[in-house]
């Protein structure tokens, strides 16, 4: 599986963004794919995360309410559209994937084996 991420800039606080994750490659009913970012100076966090197929979306408890995991099944993406941004968003964002995930490990950095190149976002105040 290849991962292609984009989408990131610079935006001010309040501003909505939508990072987008091209995936290509042998993908399986079991693939999942998802979202974890990295800010300055921390260790690179999970954020949301679904099944390719479709079906139930999963979030950190910090992403509920502002960021919204969605596949776009013509295109092979996956998009993370985050609202109302806030300086603390601030950082490189990933998009991840792996053919072999179960539903207790798919918030699990180490659960996936595929990684986009990151795109950086910046939050300004």
């Known amino acids: 599986v290849q991962l292609q991420a984009s989408g990131g800039g610079l935006v001010q606080a309040g501003d909505s963004l939508r990072l987008s994750c091209a995936v290509s490659?042998?993908?399986?009913?079991?693939?999942?794919t998802a979202w974890f970012r990295q800010a300055p100076g921390k260790e690179r966090e999970f954020v949301a995360a679904?099944?390719?197929?479709?079906?139930?979306?999963y979030y950190a408890d910090s992403a509920k309410g502002r960021f919204t995991i969605a596949r776009d099944s013509a295109e092979n993406t996956v998009s993370l559209q985050i609202d109302n941004l806030r300086p603390e968003d601030t950082a490189v964002y990933y998009c991840a994937a792996d053919n072999a995930i179960g539903l207790a490990t798919i918030r699990f950095r180490s659960s996936y084996k595929f990684w986009g190149q990151g795109t950086q976002v910046t939050v300004s105040s």
């Open positions: 679904m099944r390719w197929s479709g079906g139930s979306t």
């Open positions: 490659g042998r993908t399986y009913s079991s693939t999942a």
